[in-house]
């Protein structure tokens, strides 16, 4: 008999059946693989979770799989890998005895071994290790080395018995026997050494140095287990994914992203100038209008790497941490500049171009940026912080904004506001970890509640009432009237949310004014009301004081054309071909006097005369309600800092994400500046 299938229930019970017996069709294909933190590579802690991280999970996505990626110990993960329990493992390197094991990926960028040293000590290769690794080697006979317990240098290194090799379980105890002198070489990665010494050793930065060329260039692999059903169609599937992202350039994006680059390279014909550089839109805004710069400067190629703030300031510092030369220009700050030409890495700018006028720059702005009355970089803006908040949000609200908002005012209006139902969040802040990101705004916060980070005797002041005041603040605001998410994001990303509708209220830096206002860049330019940065107990540092500019690293072999580049980047005549191109509202603020006399420019920023304000009421040297021994306002004036800001701004994350409790938060974070002002000498 034939089934009537115009029966409603039949009908519906044959769909359910098709759609039972189908979904294996329809199921997403899914990996499963483990890994160990290996920064600046992979880790939890790092940008999309590492550069290995997104590689791994776009290749495969491209061939329709899932991934997932545990971190675990590195023993651990190998243990997983080889029962069968992941289906693979990475980043591994190609090593012939584990195929019984494993099945290997196509290979992917890995990582430079080499040799990191004192710089006090005179050694160097006799011959080139690339060329003839066996021979180099006999050469440093009489060194010490230290080499990581279990891992596999190359045959050739690891053969050498007559080396006088020392081992040790991890990376950081080669630096700091290297620091004391126990032994001659460290056997290291060059980012991973570098990123160390910026994170944990920063003391250290400027004494060792990285030997050129690595002794070896490493391919990284992912190894699928043999014990995992499919590994081979997985392996192929991957491979296939790799190809495609080599194919259409992601590959070298996303390793850009990360800051990772190819060794730098002399062009024939041409002086190629790198260039590092945030990816803030005034800096991409340079980036286009270079052409110019190119035009009248055929013998100059520029070479641009614009990276995210934190990626940024990473690669700069590891850069000096190693010696390793890969920028011709950097864009540091005021935190920077007097830091960095004290120890010698910086160039003196001397005999700028009589059409340069010096003198138009503010001289609050020249002071921050000179050591011992040499100028060492060129302005390219300058910045307070204020609150930007939506006026017809207000009205419909009911609200009025106060001329001198306090944090308790802040967070009425937030509360009064926020509708995330409707993608309205009552208040956006950066929560992204940071030392110039979350901590450059909890700093101005700690200030105004009355705290500090250090006292007089360079102890530190963050397990007090105030600190937890100001961060039970922050917490509140952000967890109970943010967006969801909130530690992904940092000024990019909360200007976009706010351009684009989604913030009530936002706290940030003065130069975000020229792009909310801007009809180009935002949907609210015609909403957008702007008050001072909120206080708490003082108004002491409750508004920070930056400024963005180019400078000159003493390692660069083109200083010269390095200076033509800046000085016309930071020009007068730049502004105003700003102003021409993309219009008044636009340009660079808070530098030259003479924008503020642009009629122009006045007419177009309604926000020029309150922004120069801020910028020029800003003291850091009198910001924080106890005496101080240190500069800055959001940020310390000391060698230590990034490392000091970087971690502490983890703890912050977490607190925020939920992980940590705020006691737990500031009980961490006191005792690990404690120890890293001990090891530095303080005390």
Not at 178 to 191: Q, S, T
Not at 202 to 225: D, K
Not at 631 to 648: D, R, S, W, Y
Request: hydrophobic share 40%.
């Amino acid at each position: 008999m034939k089934a009537n299938v115009h029966q409603p229930g039949l009908l519906v019970f044959m769909t359910m059946l098709f759609l039972l017996l189908s979904e294996p069709a329809f199921a997403a294909k899914k990996v499963l693989l483990a890994t160990a933190e290996r920064a600046p590579y992979i880790g939890k802690n790092l940008l999309n979770q590492g550069y290995l991280h997104e590689l791994i999970t776009e290749a495969f996505k491209r061939v329709g799989y899932e991934t997932e990626i545990i971190f675990y110990p590195q023993a651990r993960a190998n243990y997983l890998a080889e029962r069968g329990s992941v289906d693979g493992l990475l980043p591994s390197y190609f090593e012939p005895g584990l195929e019984k094991n494993y099945l290997f990926s196509a290979p992917f960028p890995g990582d430079n071994i080499g040799l990191l040293k004192r710089k006090s000590l005179a050694a160097s290769y006799p011959l080139d290790p690339r060329n003839n690794l066996q021979g180099a080697l006999l050469d440093l006979l009489p060194y010490k080395f230290g080499v990581v317990r279990g891992t596999s240098i190359s045959p050739a290194f690891d053969q050498a018995t007559l080396l006088k090799k020392q081992f040790v379980a991890k990376d950081l105890q080669n630096i700091d026997k290297l620091a004391v002198e126990r032994i001659d070489f460290a056997v290291i990665d060059k980012y991973t050494a570098s990123d160390l010494m910026v994170n944990r050793r920063p003391h250290l930065i400027g004494e060792l140095e990285f030997m050129r060329p690595p002794l070896l260039s490493n391919s990284f692999y992912v190894a699928f287990s043999k014990k995992s059903p499919g590994y081979q169609q997985r392996q192929k599937d991957f491979n296939l994914g790799l190809q495609a992202l080599i194919a259409d350039g992601t590959l070298q994006e996303i390793l850009f992203r990360h800051g990772l680059f190819p060794a730098k390279t002399q062009q024939q014909g041409k002086v190629q100038l790198t260039i590092g550089t945030v990816n803030n839109a005034d800096m991409i805004a340079m980036r286009g209008l270079s052409k110019q710069f190119e035009q009248s400067h055929p013998n100059i190629e520029l070479q641009w790497r614009v990276l995210s703030e934190n990626i940024l300031r990473q690669r700069l510092l590891s850069d000096l941490a190693i010696s390793d030369g890969q920028f011709d220009i950097m864009t540091i700050g005021a935190y920077e500049t007097p830091i960095w030409a004290k120890r010698g890495w910086l160039t003196a700018l001397e005999n700028l171009p009589d059409g340069y006028q010096l003198q138009d720059i503010f001289d609050s702005v020249r002071e921050a940026l000179s050591y011992q009355k040499k100028l060492y970089a060129l302005p390219f803006y300058a910045e307070s912080s204020m609150t930007f908040y939506r006026q017809d949000l207000f009205a419909k609200a009911g609200l009025k904004m106060s001329e001198r908002p306090t944090f308790a005012d802040i967070k009425s209006y937030a509360a009064a506001i926020h509708n995330p139902e409707e993608k309205i969040y009552g208040i956006c802040l950066r929560g992204k970890a940071g030392w110039g990101e979350n901590m450059a705004l909890l700093s101005t916060m700690v200030n105004t509640f009355g705290g500090q980070w250090f006292d007089l005797n360079w102890q530190p002041k963050l397990n007090s009432r105030e600190w937890k005041n100001a961060l039970l603040t922050y917490q509140d605001l952000l967890s109970n009237y943010g967006p969801p998410n909130p530690t992904l994001n940092g000024f990019n990303e909360n200007r976009s949310l706010f351009a684009n509708g989604h913030c009530a209220i936002w706290i940030d830096a003065t130069v975000a004014a020229g792009m909310l206002f801007n009809a180009k860049q935002s949907k609210v330019h015609a909403q957008v009301g702007f008050a001072p940065a909120p206080v708490a107990v003082t108004e002491k540092g409750s508004k920070w004081l930056w400024t963005w500019a180019l400078a000159i690293p003493d390692s660069s072999k083109h200083k010269q054309e390095a200076l033509q580049f800046i000085t016309w980047a930071t020009s007068k005549a730049y502004i105003e071909r700003v102003g021409e191109k993309l219009g008044w509202v636009s340009v660079p603020p808070g530098t030259r006097k003479s924008t503020y006399q642009n009629k122009s420019y006045l007419a177009a920023a309604p926000f020029a005369g309150f922004v120069l304000q801020a910028i020029q009421q800003a003291d850091p040297l009198n910001s924080t309600l106890q005496a101080k021994l240190y500069t800055g306002i959001q940020f310390v004036g000391i060698p230590e800092f990034p490392a000091l800001g970087g971690q502490v701004g983890l703890n912050i994350a977490d607190v925020i994400a939920g992980k940590l409790s705020v006691d737990q938060a500031l009980q961490d974070s006191q005792k690990l500046v404690e120890e890293q002002m001990r090891k530095s000498g303080y005390y």
